[in-house]
């Protein structure tokens, strides 16, 4: 079954430690995205990539990082600069054009700080 | 811009009816709405496209009021499962990530 895969489920970070959260798709979608979730603010976006090799900045981009080597993996850094981590990120996916299609979301991968 | 989404939260008893709200201040090209359960991912519900048009499958329908940039989520004779937080994602073209709302609460009870 085609789908997106997070992982870890859970992970834990301590104080001045880079963690990365691992997305892959094989729906064979080119555009891939990262949302960072907290209570009552919705779904923010982090970066987005429309194309290997190429991301774009999203609206809370300060202190994470990410690549995009590969069509199907759209991995997250989230940095020892990001002082306030715990949350809940979401991984998507779409077809470009997005205004025709909807974006496949993966499960999840909830963070928080030791 | 975010959109702004309304009610923040809302309780039904099963079997009423609900109309969720979604504002934007910019012209939009699409309206996309979701749903999530506690602790998982959102699932699609619907992508409305300017144009103003209505679309709907079972009890749950949606409209796109492309003049007043407004799109409204109908939920009828609601069942336990619609239970969860519904959000709008805007888009301003074709091809540009989607915004989406803080989120609307919604919970059903027997």
């Known amino acids: 079954d085609g789908g997106i895969t997070q992982s870890p489920k859970y992970l834990f970070r301590k104080e001045g430690q880079n963690v990365t959260l691992s997305c892959e798709q094989n729906l064979n979608h080119d555009a891939m995205y990262w949302y960072r979730q907290d209570p009552g603010q919705g779904l923010r976006l982090i970066y987005y990539?429309?194309?290997?090799?190429?991301?774009q900045k999203g609206d809370i981009a300060e202190g994470y990082s990410v690549s995009r080597e590969k069509k199907e993996s759209f991995p997250l850094t989230v940095t020892s600069a990001q002082k306030n981590p715990t949350a809940f990120y979401l991984c998507?996916?779409?077809?470009?054009?997005?205004?025709?299609?909807?974006?496949?979301f993966g499960d999840g991968t909830r963070l928080s700080i030791l | 811009q975010q959109p702004v989404q309304s009610p923040q939260a809302v309780i039904l008893r099963e079997g009423e009816d609900a109309v969720i709200n979604c504002s934007s201040s910019?012209?939009?090209?699409?309206v996309h709405w979701y749903r999530q359960k506690h602790g998982e991912a959102p699932v699609f519900l619907m992508i409305?496209?300017?144009?103003?048009e209505q679309k709907g499958h079972e009890k749950i329908s949606a409209s796109f009021n492309e003049k007043k940039q407004q799109s409204s989520l109908y939920l009828t004779a609601s069942q336990l499962s619609y239970s969860g937080t519904y959000f709008c994602g805007t888009e301003i073209t074709g091809n540009t990530p989607l915004v989406f709302g803080k989120g609307t609460r919604l919970s059903v009870i027997a």
């Open positions: 990539s429309q194309i290997v090799n190429d991301f």
């Open positions: 910019k012209a939009l090209y699409s």
């Open positions: 409305l496209l300017k144009g103003g």
């Open positions: 998507a996916s779409s077809i470009l054009g997005a205004g025709k299609q909807p974006q496949h």
